[in-house]
């Protein structure tokens, strides 16, 4: 079972993969994180989460350098796939990258065009 915290959990793709992770046998939805987000059950800081295997975010680009500073601290893997940051959001996630241990962590961007 893979324990996802799911970033941006009240946004349209957040709720949509907060059903996939639902749905499937293989996936634990561990913490809807959405620093902006007014649903139930939904955490507002990484602060308040429980241990996960995974981060999926698809939250603001303001809660980039807020997420990958929590990545880092639990050593987390990083799927990230909010668009819009700033230079210093882009420069804080090549810096993250540039930081771990590749054999432990993975950052994957997917950017929209």
Same mark, same amino acid.
């Given at each position: +079972?893979?324990?996802?915290?799911? #970033?941006?959990?009240?946004g349209r793709m957040g709720r949509g993969l907060r059903q996939m992770i639902a749905d499937s046998p293989e996936w634990e939805l561990a913490a809807a994180v959405d620093p902006f987000g007014s649903e139930e059950g939904v955490l507002h800081s990484f602060d308040e989460c429980p241990d !996960?295997?995974?981060?999926?975010?698809?939250? #603001?680009? *303001?809660?980039?350098?807020? +997420?990958?500073e929590y990545a880092k601290a639990k050593k987390l893997p990083v799927m990230l796939a909010?668009?819009?940051?700033?230079e210093e959001e882009k420069a *804080?996630? #090549?810096?993250? !990258? =540039? =930081?771990i241990d590749w054999n432990r962590i993975t950052v994957i961007l997917g950017y929209a065009f």
């Open positions: +079972m893979i324990r996802i915290l799911l #970033n941006g959990a009240c !996960a295997d995974v981060i999926i975010d698809f939250s #603001n680009h *303001a809660s980039t350098i807020p +997420m990958l909010t668009t819009g940051q700033t *804080a996630v #090549n810096e993250f !990258a =540039k =930081k």
